[in-house]
Structure formats: structure tokens, C-alpha cells
């Protein structure tokens, strides 16, 4: 048996994936060193990359085939937009030598100023997946203003890690119990 996973996760960037502010920690145009994995530099070249458990995370939602959406509140959307196109990931877990651009991962991007609300309405309408089959991952504690639209959100601390997905996921299963779930391979 497979354990549910929401339909859609969404992720802010800003001390979440990464550990800066990407509108005030950083300056552009941002750069990569040849082919570095996990790694951009900014002008003065220092360095941008996601948190540790961030890349197989993203490769564990694209397998099971979850959307994933990017949820920023960032004055500086073409910053953030052009890190997650430098950042290179490896292609898969499994030792393959290609490599795959982080915005590659991002089936929704909402990133610009404003309420997370906002972002979570647009993400709805362009993408038909109901509120409650949503997960969001924050480090500011405002933005869990989201779960009045039905959306789970979990608080992260020192950006997410392995602990800290798992407790969203936990949350959301306790919150939106198999009833939703498509019982495979039982008789009706």
C-alpha cells in the first residue's frame, strides 16, 4: 500500500529552499561555474543553492507525480526566476550523470509581491486542484493565512529538511483522511 500524498506541494523560496533573501541577500546577474550541481553565484560571487534534503525532495514529488509550485512573495521575481534556472540538479537519484534545471521541477510558479493567497488562488485556477489536496512549506508564520482557502500549511524552521516534509505530510493526512483516495484493484 502506497501512502497518499497531496495532489500538489507548494514551496516558498526564501529561507525555505534556499537560505537568503534573494531581493536583498544577493545581486545580479547571477552566473554558474561550468556545470556545478546544487550551486549559482551572484555578481560578487556568492553563492546560491538549495538546502540539503531540497533536490530529492523535488526528485521524490516529480516520481509520485505530484505538481509542485513555487510561492513567493519576493520584490525581486526575475532574480529568483533566473536562480531557478542556473541551478542544475542531478537528473535522478539513481546515479544517472545527467543534470536537470531547478525551474525544470516547477509545474506552477507564483513569484511576485503580494498576499500568499493571492498566490494560492491563481495556482487553483490555472491548475483545477482543489485546496485541500494542497501542501505549502513557509518559514514566516503570516503566511499561514493560506489555510483559510482549505490549504495545509507547515511552518519550516532553517529551511526544509527531510523532518520537517515529512511533518507536513503527516499533517495533511491527518487532516484529509483515504476517504478522497481511488481504492485500486477493489471489486464495487
Known amino acids: 500500500m ?35 550541481i546544487n550551486q549559482v553565484l551572484d555578481k560578487h560571487n556568492e553563492p546560491i543553492s538549495f538546502y540539503k534534503h531540497v533536490p530529492q525532495i523535488l526528485h521524490r514529488l516529480r516520481t509520485a507525480e505530484v505538481a509542485i509550485a513555487a510561492a513567493s512573495r519576493t520584490s525581486a521575481p526575475k532574480l529568483a526566476h533566473s536562480a531557478l534556472t542556473l541551478l542544475l540538479l542531478p537528473a535522478s537519484n539513481a546515479g544517472d550523470n545527467g543534470t536537470m534545471k531547478a525551474i525544470d521541477f516547477f509545474d ?7 498576499s500568499k493567497i493571492t498566490h494560492f488562488r491563481k495556482i487553483h485556477q490555472k491548475t ?14 503570516r503566511n499561514k493565512e493560506v489555510e483559510g482557502l482549505g490549504v495545509t500549511f507547515c511552518l519550516v524552521r532553517d529551511g526544509v ?3 520537517t516534509f515529512e511533518k507536513g505530510l503527516a499533517e495533511w493526512r491527518k487532516r484529509h483522511p483515504e476517504e478522497v483516495t481511488e481504492d485500486i484493484g477493489s471489486a464495487s
Not at 11 to 18: G, H, P
Not at 108 to 114: A, N, R
Request: glycine share 6%; aromatic share 14%; hydrophobic share 35%.
Open 128 to 141: 483545477g486542484i482543489p485546496y485541500s489536496e494542497m501542501l505549502f512549506f513557509d518559514d514566516e508564520h
Open 161 to 163: 529538511d527531510d523532518r
Open 108 to 114: 506552477q510558479l507564483e513569484i511576485y509581491p503580494g
Open 2 to 36: 502506497t501512502t497518499r500524498l497531496p495532489k500538489l506541494v507548494a514551496f516558498d523560496l526564501d529561507y525555505t529552499l534556499w537560505g537568503l533573501w534573494i531581493d536583498s541577500d544577493i545581486q545580479g546577474p547571477l552566473h554558474r561555474d561550468k556545470n556545478t
